[in-house]
């Protein structure tokens, strides 16, 4: 056998492979034997038509039939003797067999591009955002507390600001008239200058009764107004619980009473902001080689990636004959070429740092989990039986090792800011 490799670009490449009458001789007679078996014709016994004869009337389907074998056999055979390790099915082409000639074909795949890690040992520069958390993040995260303890409680008068209430909206045109088809039923409203109904609607609906219709105009997502008729058919207030030691002690366990509260609060914001700041830290570093290195995604992990998102969207509910494949691949197109990207730049980093995480280490991890909440300690523990789920482990392990270790290589500057800033942003 013969083959000549041919590099196409960086993840492409193509094989030309011939395979010599004189090898495939006697593979082909073995073959026949067996064809002929198979061979139906008047006046002969199945299995017993001349060799002479099968070759005469199934000499091309014999032919066809062997090489599909041999091309399937050969090409396995060359992508060992080549050192090549497919990431797609190959595209076979140009195949040509008849008995007494060479097989020859064409053979087209695709592969994972060689990964050239930029420099990062020697040192780059991060900056790494930490907000510190004030008495109003606290004051936030009490009233988020109070709203989810709140009681709804019906109301008989009209509606007014801060209310909520349900309702049906009918979509007319300008002159007043439905449209058919357009009705929205059951829809539940906060009654707020910042909610979805906006100021001028508050002031419309300002005393509205059960049963009262108004007339509202909503926006598009466009920024077109819309006209609707809005009856209304429930008004319930939010009562919110005082916020004192009793309602301290009913939100937190750990907390004795209001001033212990803040205190524990204080203590998970900071933790919360810590994570949010070493999660973009994570994620900046593995930007840092996304941005510096030279790399081409190869067109199957992309294609696959797609698949990936629109079996994640028809999980969601989403009818596959709905799902446009062409807007999902150019909507998701950034993000997936930057986590692919990042999955062949990985990869070679824990191969360059020799990360490694066994299985010994992976079971003490486990059993640190146990110990962390002994009350889930069975559930965690049948969790991480499954293989899968130990393998998901591993890599999460793998990761946090690499992640700690291009740290220690990066010049990273720590800068605090005032969470009132990202207040603002959000």
Not at 130 to 155: G, H, K, S
Not at 212 to 231: C, K, N, P, S, Y
């Amino acid at each position: 056998m013969k083959n000549e490799l041919t590099v196409v670009n960086d993840f492409t490449r193509r094989l030309n492979i011939m395979v010599p009458w004189e090898e495939l001789q006697g593979k082909y007679e073995a073959f026949l034997q067996k064809f002929s078996k198979k061979v139906r014709l008047p006046g002969f016994r199945k299995g017993k038509v001349p060799p002479r004869l099968v070759r005469q009337q199934y000499g091309a389907a014999a032919e066809a039939e062997f090489a599909e074998t041999m091309v399937q056999e050969y090409y396995l055979s060359a992508l060992e003797d080549a050192d090549l390790d497919p990431i797609n099915q190959a595209t076979i082409q140009g195949v040509q067999f008849t008995e007494g000639a060479p097989l020859r074909f064409e053979a087209t795949f695709e592969v994972e591009p060689e990964v050239m890690l930029p420099p990062y040992q020697k040192g780059f520069k991060l900056e790494q955002v930490i907000y510190d958390q004030d008495e109003e993040d606290v004051d936030r995260a009490i009233e988020d507390l109070r709203q989810q303890r709140a009681e709804l409680r019906t109301v008989e008068t009209g509606l007014e600001e801060d209310y909520y209430f349900l309702a049906d909206l009918q979509e007319v045109d300008e002159s007043g008239m439905p449209l058919v088809g357009r009705k929205l039923e059951n829809r539940y409203f906060h009654l707020h200058p910042e909610g979805p109904l906006g100021r001028e609607n508050l002031e419309k609906l300002q005393g509205a009764r059960v049963g009262d219709t108004r007339r509202v105009i909503l926006q598009t997502d466009a920024g077109m107004d819309t006209h609707f008729e809005l009856t209304v058919r429930e008004v319930t207030e939010r009562i919110l619980p005082d916020i004192d030691d009793s309602f301290a002690r009913q939100v937190d366990p750990q907390a004795e009473d209001l001033e212990q509260l803040r205190s524990n609060l204080r203590e998970r914001i900071r933790a919360a902001f810590e994570r949010e700041s070493n999660k973009q830290l994570t994620h900046d570093l593995a930007d840092h080689f996304i941005r510096n290195a030279d790399l081409e995604v190869p067109t199957s992990l992309f294609e696959n990636y797609v698949d990936t998102v629109i079996a994640d969207l028809e999980r969601e509910g989403y009818e596959r004959e709905n799902i446009d494949r062409d807007a999902v691949r150019e909507e998701h197109r950034a993000s997936i070429i930057w986590n692919l990207k990042w999955y062949l730049l990985r990869k070679q980093l824990i191969e360059e740092e020799e990360i490694v995480v066994d299985d010994q280490a992976v079971e003490a991890r486990v059993q640190e989990l146990i110990a962390a909440d002994e009350t889930q300690a069975n559930q965690v523990r049948n969790h991480y039986r499954r293989p899968e789920n130990r393998r998901n482990l591993r890599q999460d392990m793998i990761s946090d090792a690499l992640f700690e270790k291009l740290k220690t290589y990066a010049k990273i500057k720590v800068i605090h800011k005032p969470s009132k800033e990202l207040r603002k942003a959000r």
